[in-house]
């Protein structure tokens, strides 16, 4: 079930609203959004969420031993299995097929490859897992003695599936006691239908648009489709090309940052505080800047759980490097069981690198414009490599992008679709950059001088219902609607 989902809007979510507000106590709110989360969880395969509570429970039995022998041998161990069920698992499910596959590849030797699905949200729920259990291993919090509070914790649908990675210590104080006001449940409102809005209207048609141009990299699911593919795309104007990979640049921050919207609005309405998780990343200025700004909760917890582990940056130079080289293994690696991810992760760890040692300050020194157009190059064709499983796909596109392929620059075709989209374009770019923001943060202070908050008043509350109602109707008449982190 996605965010996006009629069933989701008009049945499930209201209704958990109004079970939640007609529940009582504390203990009656968390005990309502347990049964909703288990239920949400199970919708789309039932079996896993045996699976996520089975995660649950040991992490919970191993940070009660952990909590009551700190400073013990018994907590190290108990840490290092936790770690090992939890990583174990995430292996086993998710990068079989790839082990499996690369043997294969390299050495030839035949196997047959399990086909095992891959549960829905497990990337997310480990690392909230862990940062848990070893928080309760450095005294950062105690352990949650009720195992059903946990779970909760754990199994949250706001952020459950798609993130944000919500941190226990950020939201423990509020699992036990939180209560919304009118203005937060009002913003919370607000932002889900902002969320909404812009993945229905605008990431939803990036994506069309994308899928269009440089083709699905799904479709090629044998030698025969592959190379009908690359024959398509051998073909295409380079205008089409890059106007296909920008698509999919914006699609990608549009849909991710729109789930997260979604899921800090949800939270909102009954209480809790989950902390931003994007920062207009396109407007950064260097490679650095650009991850401190993108999914900031993965990002904080490969810094404050692998990389300051390991040395962080007070160490040499090579050491720094090793560091970070080993950090940005691992984001490529959580980001897909392919190893496009990989060679994705070390692609930007590559230029974070050359940041870290000289390029940074040069960076500085470059009129801003510049280090700019630096950064969306550099993550333009950052977004092309993530894009494509398949190599010959890849290469393909890369040089049609400068006519290497022997196809043109441009065809009426190309400037057709390019005109077609224009609109939605010229709306998902704003839509990256605080633009909005700053003009209803400006209206709302002019509001105030002159003391026209009525009408901005109004404003705020007719516009999130606006939005829902947009929204739907795109829902309604696209069969169109994935939501792109789902897969990792």
Known sequence: MVFSNLFFLFLFLPLNLICYYLAGSIKSKNIVMLLFSLFFYAWGEPVYVFLLIGM??????????????????????????????????????????????????????????????????????????????????????????K??????????????????????????????????????????????????????????????????????????????????????????????????VFAFMLQIYLDFSAYSDMAIGMGLMIGFHYKENFDYPYLSKSVSEFWRRWHISLGSFFRDYVYFPLGGSRCSRGRMVLNLLVVWFLTGLWHGASWNFVLWGLYFFLFIALEKLFLGR??????????????????????????????????????????????????????????????????????????????????????????GTICYSTVQVLLPPLLLLLSTAALVGNSYNPFLYFQF
Not at 367 to 386: E, K, Q, R
């Open 147 to 244: 195992f059903w509070l946990l779970l909760m914790y754990i199994s949250l649908f706001h952020q459950c599936i798609a993130g944000p990675i919500v941190r226990y210590q950020d939201v423990n104080r509020e699992i036990l006691s939180r209560q919304p006001t009118r203005q937060e449940i009002s913003r919370g409102i607000s932002r889900f239908c902002t969320g909404l809005a812009k993945k229905a209207l605008l990431a939803n048609s990036c994506g069309a648009l994308a899928d269009s141009l440089i083709l699905s990299d799904a479709a090629a699911s044998n030698a025969a489709m592959l190379s009908q593919n690359i024959a398509v795309l051998s073909s295409r104007p380079a205008l089409s090309l890059w106007l296909g």
């Open 56 to 145: 649950a429970f040991v992490d919970w039995f191993l940070s009660r031993i952990i909590d009551a022998n700190r400073g013990r041998p018994l907590a190290k161990a108990a840490l290092i299995v936790s770690l090992c069920v939890s990583l174990g698992l995430l292996g086993v499910f998710k990068y079989t097929g790839l082990v499996l596959d690369t043997f294969h590849q390299l050495f030839g030797i035949p196997s047959a490859i399990p086909q095992i699905a891959l549960p829905i949200g497990i990337s997310f729920y480990t690392f909230q897992l862990i940062s848990y259990v070893i928080d309760v291993y450095r005294g950062e919090v105690r352990a949650q003695k």
């Open 362 to 451: 040069i960076l500085q020194k470059i009129p801003p414009a510049f280090s700019h157009i630096y950064l969306l190059l550099i993550v333009f064709f950052g977004w092309a490599l993530f894009r494509f499983r398949q190599p010959a796909l890849l290469g393909t596109v890369l040089r049609g992008m400068f006519c290497l392929n022997g196809n043109p620059a441009v065809s009426f075709e190309s400037q057709i679709i390019f005109l077609n989209y224009i609109f939605f374009l010229i709306a998902a770019v704003i839509a990256v950059t605080p633009l909005l923001k700053s003009i209803g943060s400006f209206w709302e202070w002019r509001a105030s001088l002159r003391g």
